[in-house]
């Protein structure tokens, strides 16, 4: 059973800074690549950010490219989330997941592509 948990969500104002974590566990994870999704309310999810366990690659939506950093601590099984000059178009729940299958770079974006994902947390950012 794997278990993706996030922390870290709150209340922020615009212009200010956050920085979301997941925590992973399971008996023998060993994710492909892990990556954030959000989803505003009346909106569809949206790919935010993910990194290839293999390569450290990362990939970015064009919303957030320069503005959030995503690492890991594979030794922890833990992906972080960077969010800096946020906006309140920013504001969603976040969502952690993590991809056991084959990862592509170029298809990092498919929510389809992950396998686990997370409850969520929530990122309010008042103007």
């Known amino acids: 059973q794997v278990q993706l948990v996030e922390s870290g969500g709150g209340l922020v104002h615009s212009g200010g800074s956050l920085r979301l974590s997941c925590a992973a566990s399971?008996?023998?994870?060993?994710?492909?690549?892990m990556g954030w999704f959000r989803q505003a309310p009346g909106k569809d999810r949206e790919s935010v950010a993910a990194i290839s366990s293999s390569t450290g690659n990362t990939y970015y939506a064009d919303s957030v490219k320069g503005r959030f950093t995503i690492s890991r601590d594979s030794a922890a099984n833990t992906v972080y989330l960077q969010m800096n000059s946020l906006s309140p178009e920013d504001t969603a729940v976040y969502y952690c997941?993590?991809?056991?299958?084959?990862?592509?770079?170029?298809?990092?974006?498919?929510?389809?592509?992950?396998?686990?994902w997370g409850r969520g947390t929530q990122v309010t950012v008042s103007s």
């Open positions: 997941a993590a991809q056991r299958s084959l990862f592509f770079g170029s298809r990092w974006f498919r929510p389809t592509n992950y396998d686990y």
């Open positions: 399971g008996r023998t994870f060993s994710p492909t690549a």
